[in-house]
C-alpha cells in the first residue's frame, strides 16, 4: 500500500481528488489536509511515499511545508499542484519540490505520474540511498564551466546561444535544464532532449533567475577533485547519445523514442555523478573492488552499496518527472535483462551504444564489449554486428567530440 | 575728416557690442558649457574676437598718429581705409557668429538689465512661452506675461538682484494657452567687475516631455499591476476548474456504474412482470451495490453536482466582476454605481486578500450613481484594498494563519458620496503621515511596492473629481481612509 498526503487549503480541491481518486482506493491510502500545519501532523504520524501540494495557502504555503518536509522526510516525494501561472512564483518554489503539476490537472495525468512515482520507488530498495537523492536539488557542475555560464549570464551582452552551448557541456547542468523543460514547470511540458534547444525554449532571462537567483547549478568545489575525470564522464556520455539516437533511428523507433533514446544516453551515468558528489567514499571503495576482483563496475557497486550507478541515477530523473520511457533506459543500461519490460525501446538504444561506447567509459575495467544476446533476442535482434556496423559513423564522430548537435569542449 | 571720424564712430559702437556680447558670453559659457556640447569650438572663436578687438585698438592708435601727418600720408589713409572696412566687415562677422551660437542655445534666454528691463528674449523663450519677443522686449521682468508662479519667481529674481549669487529652481510648472509646462531654470548675475553688477541672465530649460514621459512610465506601471492581478484571476479561475473537471469526471464515472445496476433492476423489473424467478438477479443486484459502493455514490452524486455549480458559479462571478472592472475608461464622468464597482473590484483582486484578510462591505443600498471616471475610482479602491491587505500581512506576518479583517463601506452624507475602507492591520507611523500621498514614497520593498497607489489615487479623487481624501490610523490597530466624491460635478474649471 503506497500512502499519498494531499494539501489544499480549498477542500472542494479535496472532495474532486477524492472523488476522481477513488477507484484507486485498493492500492493507495490518501490522506487530506487543508493546511500545512495540519499536513506536518498528518506526516509526523505516519509514513507518506508521495506529498501533493498546492501553493499559495494562508500560513504556511506549499512552498514552506515542502522546505519542511525535505528536512523532516526526505524521501517522501514532492510535488506542488497548483493553479499559479506567475512566473517568479513558480521560481520560487523550484528548490524544494521534485515534480510540478498545475491546475487544472487532468485526473488521468495526476494518476499517471502518481503511478510512476511508485514504479521509481522500486527501482531503489536501499531507504538511505533514496533520501540522499531525495535531497538532491541539483548536480555539481565542473568548476570552470560554471564560472563560464555565471560569466556569461552576468555579462551585459550575455547570448543565448552561448549560454546554451556551455550547459551543453556540462552533465549537471543538461540534467537540471532538461528537467525543468520536460516538466510542466514553465507550462511547456514538451519532448524535448537537446539541452540547447532546452535553454532557448527557457530564454535568457529565465535562465538568468534560476542560475543567479535560484542558484541551480553549483560547482565541485576544487579540493574534492573526483576519482575520475569528470569531463571524460562527460565525453562518453555524448558519445552513448549520439549513437544511441542512431541506433534507434536504425531500429525505426518512434520519433519520441529517437529523443528518449538521447537524452537517457547523455543521462544514463549521471548516477556515477551523484555518487561522486554525494557519497565519495564509496566511489573510492567501488574503485578498490573493481580493480582487487576485476568485476565491472555495476558489480563492484552491488557490493559495496547493494545497488548500481543506473538504478541511482534513474531513481533521481524518476523523481525528478523524467518519462518511464527515459528512467528505465538509464536504470538498466548495464543488464537490460532486469528490465520488467524487453520491448525494443530507447533502453536497447542506450544499452547497445552503452556497450560500444565502454572503451572510454571512465569507470569501466573491463574493456572488453559482449552483449546479453538473450535480452537481444528477446527485442528481436539477432544481427548486431550488422547493425553496429551501419551505425559506426556517428560512434567514430562521438569520440572525436563531433556531434550532430555541435557540442565542443 | 568725416568719412575717418564716421568710421571711428561705427568701430565703436562695434567694440562695444563686442564688449557686451563678451560679458553675456562668459555667463552664458559657464552654464552652458555642458548642455551645448556641439558648440565645442565656441571658446576659440571667443579668442578670435578678442584678438581682433585688439587689432581694431591698435590699429586706431596708429591711425591717430598717422592722421597728424595729414596729406602726406593720403595715400596711405586710402588704403588704411581699406583695412578699417576689412575689420569692420570681420568685427560684424564675429558678432553675426556669436548671435548664431547664442541662438542656437536649445536653451530658454532671457537676458535682463540692472534696470530690470528685458533685454534678450531668444527664440526658444518665444517657443515655449508663447510670447513673442517684440511683445517682452523693453519690458520690466516683473511684469512679464508668463503665466508662472510669480511671486516666488520675483523674489528669487530679486535676491539674484540683490545679493548677486546664482539661484536654481527645478519643476517650475508655467501654463500656457493649450498645455502646461514645467521647467528647470537657472537665474545668474551678469557682473562686470566683482562689485559692478550689470544685469541677470535667466536660463530655462523645458522638461515638459520629460515629466510626461515619467507619467507615461507610472502608466506603464499602473498596468503591471493589473498583470500581476491577472495572474491572481488565473489561479482564482484555475482551483475551481480544478474541482468542476474532477467531479464532471467522477460524475461520468458513476453515470456508468449506476447505468450497469439500472440494466440489472430492468431485468429484474421484467422477471417480475414475467413471473420468472428473481432470487439469482436480486444477488447480482447486491454483489454489484457493493462492488461500485452505491452508497458512496448516492451519497456523493448531489455534492459533486453542488460543487460543480458552485465553482462554475465562482468563474463566471470572477469573470464577468474582471470584464467590468477593466471596462474601457472612458474620459468622460459617467454615472457610476459606486457599491457594485466595490464588489467588482473586491472579486478581481480576491486573490491579493483572501490569504490574508477576510473583507466584509457595508453598502448604503440607498446611493445614487455618482458622477466619476469608472476605470479610474475602480484603480483608487483597488490600491486602497491592496494597501489593507499588505498592512494586515505586515501586522499579523505570513506564517501565524490568522486573518485580518477588512471593512469596505459607502454612505450618502449631504453632498458627498462617502467610502470607506478599514482595516486592523500595521496602521501608518506618525512620523510618516505627512508623506503617504507623496509620490513614490513607500515603505514597502521592491517588488511589493512603488509608492504610486496613494499619489494617483489623490489625483484622481482630489484632482480630478474634486473630492477629498482623508485618513486616521492608530500603530497596532489600523488604519481607515476615507474617499469623498461630489454628487454634483461642479468641478470642471477649477
Ligand atoms: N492601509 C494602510 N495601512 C498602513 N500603511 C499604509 C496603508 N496605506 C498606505 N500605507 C502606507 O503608505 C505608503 C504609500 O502607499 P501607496 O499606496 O502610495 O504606495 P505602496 O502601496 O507602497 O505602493 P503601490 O501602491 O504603488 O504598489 C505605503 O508604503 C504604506 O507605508
Ligand atoms: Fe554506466
Ligand atoms: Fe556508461
Ligand atoms: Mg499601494
Known amino acids: 500500500m503506497r500512502r499519498i498526503l494531499f494539501v489544499d487549503d480549498e477542500p472542494m480541491v479535496l472532495d474532486g481528488l477524492r472523488r476522481t481518486l477513488r477507484t484507486m482506493g485498493k492500492e493507495w491510502q490518501m490522506e487530506y489536509a487543508t493546511s500545512g500545519r495540519e499536513a506536518l501532523e498528518i506526516l509526523a504520524a505516519r509514513v507518506f511515499d508521495v506529498l501533493v501540494t498546492d501553493m499559495r495557502m494562508p500560513g504556511m504555503d506549499g512552498c514552506q511545508l515542502l522546505n519542511h518536509v525535505r528536512e523532516l522526510y526526505p524521501h517522501t516525494v514532492r510535488i506542488i499542484l497548483s493553479g499559479q501561472s506567475d512566473k517568479e512564483e513558480l521560481l520560487k518554489s523550484i528548490e524544494p519540490v521534485h515534480l510540478y503539476l498545475s491546475k487544472p490537472c487532468d485526473a488521468e495525468i495526476l494518476k499517471a505520474t502518481l503511478a510512476r512515482t511508485f514504479a521509481v520507488r522500486h527501482l531503489l530498495e536501499n531507504d538511505s540511498l533514496a533520501e540522499v537523492i531525495s535531497k538532491i536539488q541539483s548536480l555539481p557542475s565542473l568548476p570552470s564551466l560554471y564560472y563560464e555560464i555565471i560569466d556569461e549570464i552576468r555579462s551585459a551582452d550575455g547570448s543565448l546561444a552561448r549560454v546554451g552551448d556551455i550547459i551543453s557541456k556540462d552533465l549537471g547542468m543538461s540534467a537540471k535544464i532538461l528537467q525543468l523543460v520536460n516538466s510542466s514547470f514553465f507550462g511547456l511540458a514538451t519532448h524535448i532532449s537537446s539541452p540547447a534547444k532546452a535553454v532557448s525554449l527557457l530564454g535568457l532571462e529565465t535562465i538568468k533567475a534560476l542560475v543567479l537567483g535560484i542558484k541551480i547549478f553549483s560547482g565541485f568545489s576544487s579540493s574534492d577533485l573526483p576519482c575520475y575525470s569528470i569531463a571524460t564522464l562527460w565525453d562518453h556520455s555524448l558519445a552513448t547519445a549520439c549513437l544511441a539516437r542512431e541506433i534507434a533511428r536504425h531500429l525505426n523507433l518512434t520519433q519520441d523514442e529517437i529523443e528518449d533514446s538521447f537524452l537517457?544516453?547523455?543521462?544514463?551515468?549521471?548516477?556515477?555523478?551523484?555518487?561522486?558528489?554525494?557519497?565519495?567514499?564509496?566511489?573510492?571503495?567501488?574503485?578498490?573492488?573493481?580493480?582487487?576482483?576485476?568485476?565491472?563496475?555495476?558489480?563492484?557497486?552491488?557490493?559495496?552499496?547493494?545497488?548500481?550507478?543506473?538504478?541511482i541515477g534513474a531513481y533521481l530523473l524518476g523523481i525528478w518527472g523524467f518519462s518511464e520511457s527515459v528512467v528505465n533506459a538509464v536504470a538498466f543500461h548495464h543488464c537490460p535483462g532486469e528490465c520488467p519490460n524487453d520491448a525494443l525501446s530507447a533502453l536497447t538504444a542506450v544499452y547497445l551504444a552503452n556497450q560500444c561506447q565502454g572503451k572510454n567509459d571512465p569507470g569501466n575495467i573491463n574493456k572488453t564489449v559482449n552483449f546479453d544476446l538473450d535480452y537481444l533476442s528477446k527485442s528481436g535482434i539477432d544481427r548486431i554486428e550488422?547493425?553496429?556496423?551501419?551505425?559506426?559513423?556517428?560512434?567514430?564522430?562521438?569520440?572525436?567530440?563531433?556531434?550532430?548537435?555541435s557540442f565542443r569542449r | 575728416?568725416?568719412?575717418?571720424?564716421?568710421?571711428?564712430?561705427?568701430?565703436?559702437?562695434?567694440?562695444?557690442?563686442?564688449?557686451?556680447?563678451?560679458?553675456?558670453?562668459?555667463?552664458?559659457?559657464?552654464?552652458?558649457?555642458?548642455?551645448?556640447?556641439?558648440?565645442?569650438?565656441?571658446f576659440?572663436?571667443?579668442?578670435n574676437n578678442v584678438l581682433l578687438q585688439k587689432n581694431v585698438e591698435q590699429r586706431t592708435r596708429e591711425l591717430k598718429s598717422l592722421l597728424m601727418e595729414k596729406e602726406e600720408v593720403n595715400r596711405k589713409l586710402l588704403h588704411e581705409i581699406e583695412e578699417r572696412g576689412k575689420a569692420e566687415i570681420e568685427v560684424s562677422s564675429a558678432h553675426r557668429k556669436i548671435e548664431a551660437l547664442v541662438s542656437s542655445i536649445p536653451l530658454i534666454m532671457i537676458e535682463v538689465s540692472n534696470e530690470g528691463i528685458i533685454k534678450r528674449w531668444n527664440a526658444v523663450a518665444e517657443k515655449v512661452f508663447q510670447i513673442e519677443s517684440s511683445e517682452v522686449l523693453g519690458m520690466e521682468i516683473y511684469k512679464c506675461p508668463i503665466r508662472w508662479d510669480k511671486d516666488k519667481i520675483n523674489e528669487l529674481l530679486r535676491r539674484c538682484?540683490?545679493?548677486?549669487?546664482?539661484?536654481?529652481?527645478?519643476?517650475?510648472?508655467?501654463?500656457?494657452?493649450?498645455?502646461d509646462g514645467v521647467l528647470d531654470l537657472t537665474i545668474s548675475p551678469i557682473m562686470e567687475s566683482s562689485l559692478n553688477f550689470s544685469g541677470l541672465i535667466i536660463l530655462g530649460a523645458d522638461t515638459t516631455e520629460h515629466v510626461l514621459l515619467e507619467r507615461q512610465l507610472a502608466q506603464a506601471q499602473k498596468l503591471e499591476s493589473i498583470g500581476q492581478l491577472a495572474a491572481g484571476i488565473a489561479h482564482e479561475i484555475n482551483t475551481p476548474a480544478q474541482f468542476v473537471g474532477d467531479n464532471a469526471r467522477f460524475l461520468d464515472e458513476s453515470f456508468g456504474d449506476l447505468e450497469r445496476i439500472l440494466l440489472l433492476h430492468d431485468r429484474l423489473l421484467d422477471s417480475l412482470k414475467a413471473g420468472s424467478p428473481t432470487d439469482d438477479l436480486v444477488k447480482s443486484i447486491e454483489e454489484m451495490e457493493n462492488e461500485?459502493?452505491?452508497?458512496?455514490?448516492?451519497?456523493?452524486?448531489?455534492?459533486?453536482?453542488?460543487?460543480?455549480?458552485?465553482?462554475?458559479?465562482?468563474?463566471?462571478?470572477?469573470?464577468?466582476?474582471?470584464?467590468?472592472?477593466?471596462?474601457?475608461?472612458?474620459?468622460?464622468?459617467?454615472?457610476?454605481?459606486?457599491?457594485?464597482?466595490?464588489?467588482?473590484?473586491?472579486?478581481?483582486?480576491?486573490?491579493?486578500?483572501?490569504?490574508?484578510?477576510?473583507?466584509?462591505?457595508?453598502?448604503?443600498?440607498?446611493?445614487?450613481?455618482?458622477?466619476?471616471?469608472?476605470?479610474?475610482?475602480?484603480?483608487?479602491?483597488?490600491?486602497?484594498?491592496?494597501?489593507?491587505?499588505?498592512?494586515?500581512?505586515?501586522?499579523?506576518?505570513?506564517?501565524?494563519?490568522?486573518?485580518?479583517?477588512?471593512?469596505?463601506?459607502?454612505?450618502?452624507?449631504?453632498?458627498?458620496?462617502?467610502?470607506?475602507?478599514?482595516?486592523?492591520?500595521a496602521g501608518i507611523p506618525e512620523e510618516i503621515r505627512s508623506r503617504i500621498f507623496d509620490p513614490f514614497f513607500t515603505t514597502k520593498e521592491v517588488g511589493r511596492g512603488t509608492g504610486q497607489g496613494l499619489a494617483i489615487s489623490h489625483s484622481v479623487i482630489v484632482g480630478k473629481h474634486g473630492g477629498a481624501i482623508t485618513f486616521e490610523s492608530e500603530v497596532g490597530q489600523g488604519a481607515i481612509f476615507v474617499l469623498k466624491l461630489p454628487l454634483r460635478d461642479g468641478m470642471e474649471s477649477s
Request: proline share 3%; glycine share 8%.
Open chain 2, 1 to 42: 575728416m568725416n568719412r575717418v571720424e564716421e568710421l571711428e564712430n561705427r568701430v565703436k559702437v562695434l567694440e562695444s557690442k563686442l564688449h557686451k556680447e563678451e560679458k553675456v558670453r562668459r555667463v552664458l559659457m559657464d552654464r552652458v558649457e555642458n548642455s551645448v556640447a556641439s558648440t565645442g569650438n565656441s
Open chain 2, 44 to 47: 576659440g572663436l571667443f579668442e
Open chain 1, 386 to 405: 550488422e547493425l553496429l556496423l551501419t551505425c559506426s559513423d556517428p560512434c567514430r564522430l562521438g569520440e572525436n567530440g563531433g556531434c550532430e548537435d
Open chain 2, 292 to 425: 461500485i459502493d452505491l452508497d458512496f455514490i448516492r451519497k456523493d452524486i448531489p455534492n459533486a453536482i453542488k460543487q460543480s455549480i458552485e465553482g462554475i458559479g465562482r468563474i463566471n462571478k470572477i469573470v464577468r466582476s474582471m470584464k467590468e472592472f477593466s471596462h474601457p475608461g472612458t474620459d468622460e464622468k459617467t454615472g457610476v454605481d459606486i457599491n457594485r464597482a466595490i464588489e467588482n473590484t473586491i472579486n478581481v483582486a480576491r486573490n491579493e486578500w483572501k490569504y490574508v484578510a477576510e473583507v466584509a462591505t457595508d453598502l448604503d443600498t440607498g446611493m445614487p450613481l455618482v458622477p466619476c471616471l469608472p476605470g479610474e475610482i475602480n484603480q483608487v479602491i483597488l490600491n486602497m484594498l491592496i494597501n489593507a491587505a499588505h498592512a494586515i500581512a505586515e501586522k499579523f506576518g505570513k506564517a501565524s494563519g490568522s486573518k485580518g479583517v477588512i471593512t469596505i463601506a459607502t454612505r450618502l452624507n449631504g453632498e458627498f458620496a462617502e467610502i470607506s475602507i478599514k482595516d486592523n492591520g
Open chain 1, 264 to 311: 537517457a544516453g547523455l543521462l544514463h551515468d549521471i548516477g556515477k555523478l551523484i555518487l561522486l558528489d554525494r557519497l565519495p567514499e564509496a566511489c573510492g571503495k567501488i574503485a578498490e573492488v573493481a580493480s582487487s576482483t576485476e568485476c565491472p563496475v555495476s558489480q563492484a557497486e552491488k557490493k559495496v552499496l547493494g545497488t548500481t550507478h543506473g538504478r
Open chain 2, 161 to 179: 538682484c540683490s545679493e548677486g549669487i546664482a539661484m536654481t529652481l527645478k519643476a517650475v510648472k508655467f501654463a500656457r494657452t493649450n498645455t
